[in-house]
């Protein structure tokens, strides 16, 4: 037999229940491909994009999972370090940008940060060059305190239709931004994330499955991959976690600066989910790699691919 008051306690929790179920987040419609064609010179700005990526400005609410904590990103101005600066910040981080020389987009990125109170330091420059890894990691601690996640990022990627076209210069070019840099800036940051800071390194789809006219970045990527898991090791009896994300592909300025228009114009359409991923969507993974709670991962490769496997 159902008394007053139960009655009265379903009436209200049917309530709240519908109230909640209006408030429930649903996936955006995230655009298809086929874009307009459009290529750029590298390292390209988000600003040029049509269409314009979504980094999460209106849509990452924050529940202070990093609060209190510094983050450096390496290529945070544009594309997935931009998603995930604005999602750190929102989640209480203050974040130190670093990209090539992307001013424009670092500025606007910068802007979105402050806007949710925390601070941000901008580090223009070339992280191929280790006494600037050394610089910035050393102007994060002294200008916001300490460092407590790392998040290499930054990268350079061309493509090529034979392997003959590929430059001695450009092999190395690839090398030295995507591999060596993030050897120089995990080694300058170590001393700082001793017990209980992390590093987060982006690899790719290429890490395991390499496309042949990205032979250089391609091979790059299953060395970050590698480095990941045996830095991890190297690094657990110290509570310092070392992760890497595994993005498929993204709509950001990485790819109409190295790939043909024809190609932008279907980036993603052989995809399980027939498009690519805006950088917000990349982000949750990062701040899930980040966060305390997730203190016994280490050593991981996060894939999101938009359903298309691994290997
Ligand atoms: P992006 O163009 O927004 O970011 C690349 C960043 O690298 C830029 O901020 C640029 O300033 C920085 N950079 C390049 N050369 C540099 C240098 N010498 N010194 C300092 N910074 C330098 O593109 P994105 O796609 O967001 O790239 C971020 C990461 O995601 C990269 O590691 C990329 O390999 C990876 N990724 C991207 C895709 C994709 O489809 N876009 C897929 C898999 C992995």
Redesign the pocket.
Known sequence: MTSHSDQAATGSTATSAKARAAKRRRVPSYPHPPFPEQTQE???S?AEMEPQPDHGETSWQGTARLEGQVALI??????????VAIAYAREGADVA??????NE??KDTARVIMETGRRCLLL??????AE?CRTIVARVVEELGHLDILV??????QSFDAVDEITDAEWE?TF???IH?MFYLSKAALPHLDGGGCII??????SDHPNPSLLA?ATT?GA?QNFTAGLAQFLADKSIRVNC???????????P?SFSGETVSE??ANYPMKR??Q?VE?ASAYVMLAEPMSSYVSGATIAVTGGQPMI
């Open positions: 590298l390292p390209g988000f390496t290529g945070g101005d544009s594309g997935i370090g931009r998603a940008i670093s990209y090539l020389n992307e987009d670092a223009p420059g070339d992280v191929s060059d600037h290499n990022n930054a990268a350079h990627q070019r030295a931004v995507n840099a390194n982006t690899a790719s789809i290429n970045y990527k970050i994300v595994a993005p498929g592909p993204v709509w950001t300025p990485l790819i600066g980036f993603g690519p991923a950088p990349l």
